[in-house]
């Protein structure tokens, strides 16, 4: 069965420093991979996604990702960190038994000024 | 367009009484699920639903019961809640060509506690 690990629940910050949060993944073929965010209170919001091609993916706010199928991994940077982007990150694969997505635990980031 | 809309926004049962969240969608996608969070262990898939009168089971489905009669509406009913099912609830729907793994829209969840 496919499953996700975040290995970072709180990363720290500061405004204008750069990000990496990191993901590894299990899966037994090219797996379909995702980011998305949730700010506080607020539902689900997909950054990013790779099912195919080039391995270096953009998405939304500035965000990117790379896939790596060597280290199974697909992390998620971003060059200069806004106090806006404060929120939980979730990377997510698939598709599984029921073509559904599995989560990770995420990654909660702070910001600070 | 209003998008994913879930209702009540908090929720406060007793062991044992049972009630219905409610989803709503308005872009015509055939594909809706329900996800349970909790602390520490992301989003896991409870019940899905490829179109109207087809439903299946999740990851964690005990407990929980859906029914899907029209393709705006899921509705996720607890039969009779426990503690164990206090925790934030996200419906989410996408399009049918990409199913599941397609991008996701999530309502603004359900806090639920159960006493």
């Known amino acids: 069965a496919q499953s996700v690990t975040q290995p970072d629940i709180h990363i720290t910050v500061s405004e204008g420093a750069s990000l990496e949060l990191r993901c590894n993944y299990s899966y037994g073929a090219t797996p379909y991979l995702f980011w998305y965010v949730q700010s506080p209170g607020q539902g689900l919001q997909l950054l990013l996604k790779y099912f195919s091609g080039d391995t270096l993916v953009q998405g939304i706010k500035g965000f990117e990702a790379e896939f790596k199928r060597s280290q199974s991994s697909f992390n998620l940077r971003k060059p200069s960190v806004h106090w806006s982007d404060a929120a939980e990150y979730f990377c997510a694969v698939g598709p599984g038994n029921n073509n559904d997505m599995r989560f990770g635990a995420g990654t909660r980031l702070t910001v600070k000024p | 367009n209003a998008g994913v809309t879930q209702t009540p926004k908090f929720q406060v049962l007793k062991t044992g009484q049972s009630m219905t969240l409610q989803c709503a969608q308005d872009m015509n996608h055939e594909y809706m699920s329900w996800y349970r969070q909790d602390p520490g262990m992301g989003l896991r898939l409870i019940h899905y639903?490829?179109?109207?009168?087809?439903?299946d089971q999740g990851e964690v489905p005990n407990g929980y019961n859906v029914s899907r009669s029209t393709t705006e509406d899921f509705p996720l009913r607890l039969l009779s809640a426990a503690p164990s099912q206090t925790s934030v609830y996200f419906c989410?729907?996408?399009?049918?060509?990409?199913?599941?793994?397609?991008?996701?829209?999530f309502g603004p969840g359900t806090r639920l506690t159960v006493l």
């Open positions: 989410a729907s996408s399009k049918k060509s990409g199913g599941l793994t397609d991008t996701q829209y």
């Open positions: 639903s490829v179109g109207a009168g087809i439903t």
